[in-house]
């Protein structure tokens, strides 16, 4: 088992960046495959970002993709978010979780360990 820890969100204006980290113990982050959602107000949870085991696959939703960067530190057992340009829309609880699958998911429900989220806030 594997348990996950967010941090780095915050209050930001539009137009600004944060880098959000997923910070693992109980068991080596490199054995999961690691996506990103989010969460706002009276809305489903939807997809991010999500990154394969070794770091070479990589997907995005289509709101995101140019904007956000997924990244890996297997040796630091840390995953990070990169959140530049960032917009109002964007505002929502950001949650990292970990798929002991061995394919990269889209789909929440395929995720077996989650974080308790970070909170992200673009002003506008």
């Known amino acids: 088992q594997v348990q996950l820890v967010e941090s780095g969100g915050g209050l930001v204006q539009a137009g600004g960046s944060l880098r959000l980290s997923c910070s693992a113990s109980?068991?080596?982050?490199?054995?999961?495959?690691i996506g990103w959602f989010r969460q706002a107000p009276g809305k489903e949870r939807e997809f991010v970002a999500a990154?394969?085991?070794?770091?070479?696959?990589?997907y995005y939703a289509d709101s995101v993709k140019g904007r956000f960067t997924i990244s890996r530190d297997n040796p630091k057992n840390t995953v990070y978010l990169q959140m530049n340009s960032l917009k109002p829309e964007d505002t929502a609880v950001y949650y990292c979780a970990a798929n002991s699958g061995s394919g990269v998911s889209f789909s929440s429900w395929e995720y077996d360990y989650w974080g308790q989220g970070t909170q992200v806030t673009v002003s506008s």
């Open positions: 990154i394969s085991r070794s770091g070479g696959n990589i």
């Open positions: 109980g068991r080596t982050l490199s054995t999961y495959v």
